[in-house]
């Protein structure tokens, strides 16, 4: 169903069985080790450089999750907006240092503040804050990507994307996410990003709770996502993020072991 030197494992807490899979299959990975609080608190130097040692045998693409927990960037706060400057900041130099094609980012699009004026808003303080890490982007050769989070609707993304105008912002479509807290087709979703659109994070759900369940074992067309992802003719990268059941969503995909 899909490419093996576009697709990725991503890298949580279980390290090992996760770059296990990568190594066994030949595909990529995608860090999200570095992106936990518990990781951001103190120096994580010697994990970092562990982790370097680590991917050398990776034979696909590499990138990185960037922090997420609490990380608003449009808030009117500037000293939230500071915080989340730092840790975005922080999240680039982990991905130069990994040799990491981008680092990712939630769209922190607060659906919950039924306000007129709040798409607005959002996308005015989402202009001031973007240009200066993109430019900082750009000086460490990494892309940055957004991805859907509690959004109900790409739009706002969308239209984010055209404003800035960059190569180095695109937007990843998170196929469980926008099945559970949006009411529209992933196919809409996917129409809406459009040229934007660089990046899949593929698990499977019952529909409810971010369940992170193995591809075919929830409630998600997961064929049909993959029909309409390919209809675009974009060069999409597809991280799984399976947990435990990276193995058997790998088979399901068609990719078989390498090794």
Request: net charge negative; charged share 25%; proline share 5%.
């Given at each position: 169903?899909?490419?093996p030197?576009?697709?990725?494992v991503?890298v949580?807490?279980d390290?090992e069985h996760?770059?296990?899979c990568?190594?066994?299959?030949?595909?990529?990975a995608e860090?999200?080790t570095?992106?936990?609080?518990?990781m951001?608190?103190k120096?994580?130097?010697?994990?970092l450089a562990?982790?370097?040692?680590?991917?050398k045998?990776i034979?696909?693409?590499i990138?990185v999750?960037?922090?997420?927990?609490?990380?608003?960037?449009?808030s009117?706060?500037p000293?939230?907006v500071?915080v989340?400057?730092?840790r975005?900041l922080g999240?680039l130099?982990?991905?130069?240092t990994?040799g990491a094609?981008?680092?990712?980012f939630?769209s922190?699009?607060?659906t919950?503040?039924?306000l007129e004026?709040?798409?607005?808003?959002?996308h005015?303080?989402?202009?001031?804050?973007?240009?200066e890490?993109?430019?900082?982007?750009?000086?460490?050769g990494?892309s940055?990507?957004?991805e859907?989070m509690?959004?109900?609707n790409?739009?706002?993304?969308?239209?984010?994307?055209?404003?800035i105008?960059s190569?180095?912002f695109?937007?990843?479509?998170?196929?469980?996410h926008?099945q559970?807290y949006?009411q529209?087709?992933?196919?809409?979703?996917?129409?809406?990003?459009?040229k934007?659109?660089?990046h899949?994070?593929?698990n499977?759900?019952r529909?409810?709770?971010?369940?992170?369940?193995?591809?075919?074992?929830?409630?998600?067309?997961?064929?049909?996502a993959l029909?309409?992802?390919?209809a675009t003719g974009?060069?999409?990268?597809?991280?799984?993020?399976?947990n435990?059941?990276?193995r058997e969503?790998l088979?399901?995909l068609?990719?078989?072991?390498r090794?």
């Amino acid at each position: 169903m899909l490419p093996p030197d576009r697709v990725m494992v991503a890298v949580n807490r279980d390290i090992e069985h996760e770059l296990a899979c990568a190594e066994e299959y030949g595909i990529g990975a995608e860090i999200q080790t570095f992106s936990l609080p518990q990781m951001l608190v103190k120096d994580c130097s010697e994990a970092l450089a562990a982790m370097v040692e680590r991917i050398k045998n990776i034979e696909g693409p590499i990138g990185v999750h960037g922090p997420f927990i609490d990380t608003i960037h449009a808030s009117s706060d500037p000293e939230i907006v500071r915080v989340c400057r730092s840790r975005y900041l922080g999240s680039l130099d982990v991905a130069q240092t990994l040799g990491a094609g981008y680092s990712l980012f939630h769209s922190q699009y607060n659906t919950l503040l039924k306000l007129e004026t709040y798409p607005d808003l959002y996308h005015e303080a989402s202009l001031r804050f973007w240009p200066e890490i993109l430019e900082q982007a750009e000086k460490r050769g990494v892309s940055v990507y957004m991805e859907n989070m509690f959004d109900e609707n790409p739009a706002p993304m969308r239209r984010l994307a055209d404003a800035i105008d960059s190569p180095r912002f695109k937007l990843c479509l998170d196929i469980a996410h926008s099945q559970i807290y949006s009411q529209r087709s992933v196919a809409e979703w996917i129409d809406t990003y459009g040229k934007h659109l660089a990046h899949v994070h593929m698990n499977d759900t019952r529909g409810t709770y971010d369940d992170h369940l193995g591809l075919g074992e929830g409630s998600l067309d997961i064929p049909a996502a993959l029909k309409s992802l390919k209809a675009t003719g974009l060069d999409i990268t597809y991280a799984l993020e399976t947990n435990t059941h990276t193995r058997e969503s790998l088979e399901f995909l068609g990719i078989s072991k390498r090794r």
